[in-house]
């Protein structure tokens, strides 16, 4: 293995799992070492339980995240969901649509087709996807979250000619799945701003990958049931420390999946969010117990795709 892991080597990563746990050096532009994502944030309504939730328990966050999609929200819940983030100087990340899941092909609910996932079928909805970015970024929203590598691509294309704008942040969601350095790298080249790992990776393999990416990583400190179900949050510091710059994210375990989310679900989608909240108040507790010294960001940082005003026509 000795010449296979020299190439490697050669080529600019790690020969090999960094079971050493290096710390990471890198950060985000402001020099902080971590920021926080409330995932799952369906609607105007669960983004302001959040907002509450946040006031509540005193929690710092820099981010919210939807994956419900672009698509499946109103012209006005837009509007608000741009307003709520701008007021409050957050990062709001959309998901794009249409994707796989929403298709009428049935592989990626077979057992062994499972590996589709939320991937783009076809150019026509390479186009419709294109069309959801335009319409989110009309409202002023400057995040959005993908999960195919042919839109990744196409998206940074399209910025280079002026069709986006230049600081819309491009999002990777976990459902990408690539999990080793180079795969990540590639999307790193393919135009990916923050990249969210897949929910199992030990904590070498986050300080491998590390060594091989500049963007910041995403990681669940609490999973979801149905994307692994971990709760790790004695993890988070040392998450941190080799794995840095990384937004923690806390999902909710024992939760049911609400995607695609509207009217008929609000009500629980308010509560999954304000308790998403409460278990960052537990993470972050922890945190401030055992490493208090890593620094966060302030609202509004450097490098967040806070919403900007709605463009005029």
Same mark, same amino acid.
């Given at each position: 293995?000795e010449?296979?892991?020299?190439i490697?080597n050669?080529?600019g ?5 960094c ?5 990471s050096?890198?950060? $985000?532009?402001?020099g902080a070492q ?7 944030v369906?609607?105007p309504?669960? $983004?302001?339980?959040?907002?509450e &939730? ?5 929690v ?7 994956g419900s999609g672009i698509? #499946? ?6 509007q608000?969901m &741009?307003?709520i ?5 957050l ?6 649509g249409?994707?796989g899941s ?16 939320l ?9 419709? &996807? ?5 319409? &989110?970024c009309?409202?002023g929203?400057r995040?959005i979250l993908?999960?195919d590598?042919g839109l990744?691509w196409?998206? /940074?294309?399209f ?7 230049e600081?819309?942040v ?10 080793n350095p ?10 990916? /701003?923050?990249?969210?790992?897949p929910t ?5 393999? #986050? ?8 963007i910041?990583?995403?990681i ?8 692994g179900g $971990?709760?790790?949050?004695y993890?988070?510091p040392?998450?941190?420390r ?5 937004y923690i994210?806390?999902g909710?375990? /024992?939760s049911p /999946? ?16 304000k ?11 922890? #945190?401030?117990r055992?490493?208090p010294?890593?620094?966060?960001s302030e ?5 967040l ?7 005029k026509?």
């Open positions: 293995m010449q296979t892991r020299k490697i050669s080529l990563f790690p020969s090999g799992d079971n050493d746990l290096p710390t050096k890198k950060r $985000f532009p402001d971590y920021r926080v994502e409330i995932p799952s369906e609607g309504s669960s $983004f302001e339980a959040v907002i &939730a946040c006031h509540y328990y005193q710092g966050i820099h981010r919210v995240s939807q698509m #499946l929200m109103t012209d006005d819940e837009l608000q &741009a307003e983030g701008r007021r409050e100087r990062e709001v990340s959309l998901f794009v249409p994707r929403f298709d009428i092909t049935p592989m990626q609910l077979a057992s062994s087709g499972k590996i589709a996932g991937r783009m079928q076809g150019m026509d909805q390479l186009v419709y &996807a294109i069309e959801d970015i335009k319409r &989110a009309h409202f929203i995040s993908v999960a590598e990744l196409l998206v /940074n294309e910025k280079k000619v002026g069709e986006f704008p600081d819309l491009v999002k990777v969601s976990v459902q990408m799945a690539q999990s180079i795969s990540i790298k590639l999307m790193e080249q393919s135009g990916a /701003n923050t990249y969210n790992v199992d990776l030990t904590l070498a393999r #986050l300080a491998t990958i590390r060594q091989a990416i500049d910041p990583i995403d669940y400190v609490e999973a979801p049931d149905d994307i $971990f709760i790790r949050h993890d988070i040392e998450i941190i080799v794995a840095a710059p990384v994210k806390f909710l375990r /024992n /999946n609400i995607y695609p989310s509207g009217t008929h679900l609000e009500t629980i989608s308010i509560a999954l969010c308790e998403r909240v409460r278990r960052a108040k537990i993470g972050l507790d922890l #945190l401030k055992y490493a010294q890593y620094t966060t609202k509004g940082a450097k490098g795709g806070v919403p900007t005003e709605k463009i026509v």
